[in-house]
């Protein structure tokens, strides 16, 4: 890896591993997840509270941040450390979920990905060599390729071992792009991660694992999952791209999940996590708990004076209701979705730090039983 970073495995029980990544602006115990900072904030949630629940790492939007404000103002401020406050490690990714997100305002070739803006229909465009450039502006510590992120159509979901035309043809295009972003690269001081696609093909996952693996990557990311797949299909393709990529590297799962997607990518050798989930759901009245989720909102909590989970250690369970927080819901009261977002990330944070044990213990699957039996899965 550059200088600056290192990624150690300290422990293994069966394929999941527990260990540090290490960057410019802090360590980082894996497995770990990554709030989801779109426009260089957790919705409602500032550094200090972010700092509070355990987080270790935030994760921003290249081609949301590229609109606005700019990389250029960005990097003016100190970059995203400067600029935001969090003096913690920063992912950056790379733009290329959006061409799947706004895909009706988008156009594709060989060159890159043009954008309408869904703002004002400015048209912004990204090439493997800008994605690569904003992000060295925007200096986050993990930069990622550029890929195309394609949503299986339903033939290709019905049809998982037959390889289409076009996920073929998106699949060689990411690792075109692949090569490019890592030729394009001029910071010394930020990683680059490469991103396995192929959709929902066995074959194609481990196609590109290989070649990605043969470029000049400091890590690896699987893309395009948690699309419309099962499951079970997608612990399998995980597990193969794995098993063609560096056990020296971390391994980063993009933009899943609920609880048990981190618990069983973990179980097939995944570090590293983000996903909107547990601010989304808090905002909409759904808390996660050791018993499995709440819909705090139900009239079942009116006059509940329990915290949201009695297990918790997070400052919402040590001063408020179930009611309460119920009460700020129904009143459209922002502290309500703050407060339920807030909790539900040290849900998360404390989910993965009991898998870090459970792994250096030697109790991963059982502990993994556990948490499924109580999610109902």
Request: aromatic fraction near 6%.
């Given at each position: ?79 995203l450390h ?157 597990a193969v ?45 759904v808390v ?90």
């Amino acid at each position: 890896m550059r200088p600056g970073f290192s990624f150690v495995v300290q422990h293994t029980d069966g394929v999941a591993r527990s260990g540090v990544l290490s960057t410019p602006h802090g360590a980082i115990e894996t497995p770990a997840f990554m709030p989801v900072a779109t426009y260089g904030a957790v919705r409602g949630i500032g550094p200090e509270d972010l700092e509070g629940v355990g987080a270790q790492i935030l994760l921003a939007n290249t081609y949301h941040l590229h609109e606005r404000p700019g990389e250029e103002l960005i990097a003016e401020h100190g970059g995203l450390h400067g600029f935001t406050g969090w003096r913690g490690p920063w992912l950056t990714d790379s733009g290329g979920y959006q061409i799947t997100s706004l895909t009706n305002r988008i156009e594709l070739d060989e060159d890159g990905v043009r954008f309408a803006s869904p703002l004002d229909g400015t048209r912004r465009a990204l090439t493997p060599e800008s994605a690569v450039a904003v992000q060295e502006a925007l200096g986050a510590d993990i930069a990622m390729a550029l890929d195309e992120c394609r949503r299986p159509d339903a033939e290709e979901l019905a049809r998982p071992d037959e390889v289409s035309l076009r996920l073929q043809a998106a699949t060689d295009r990411t690792l075109r792009w692949a090569e490019r972003c890592a030729k394009a690269r001029t910071r010394n001081d930020q990683a680059l991660f490469g991103i396995v696609q192929g959709g929902i093909s066995e074959s194609l996952r481990r196609h590109s694992a290989r070649h990605t693996a043969a470029f000049d990557f400091d890590g690896f990311a699987h893309g395009g999952l948690g699309l419309g797949e099962l499951a079970g299909r997608r612990s399998e393709l995980v597990a193969v791209a794995n098993g063609e990529l560096p056990r020296e590297a971390p391994r980063y799962l993009m933009g899943l999940g609920l609880p048990m997607d981190l618990l069983d990518a973990v179980a097939v050798g995944t570090d590293l996590f983000d996903c909107v989930i547990p601010t989304r759901n808090g905002r909409h009245g759904v808390v996660f708990t050791r018993e499995g989720a709440l819909r705090v909102r139900s009239a079942r909590y009116r006059d509940d004076e329990a915290p949201l989970d009695e297990t918790c250690d997070c400052p919402v369970c040590a001063r408020h209701s179930r009611a309460y927080i119920r009460h700020l819901l129904q009143a459209n009261e922002m502290l309500g979705g703050r407060l339920a977002s807030l909790h539900n990330l040290r849900f998360y944070m404390r989910l993965l730090e009991d898998a870090r044990r459970a792994i250096a213990e030697g109790r991963f699957e059982a502990f993994r039983a556990e948490m499924a039996a109580a999610a109902g899965a």
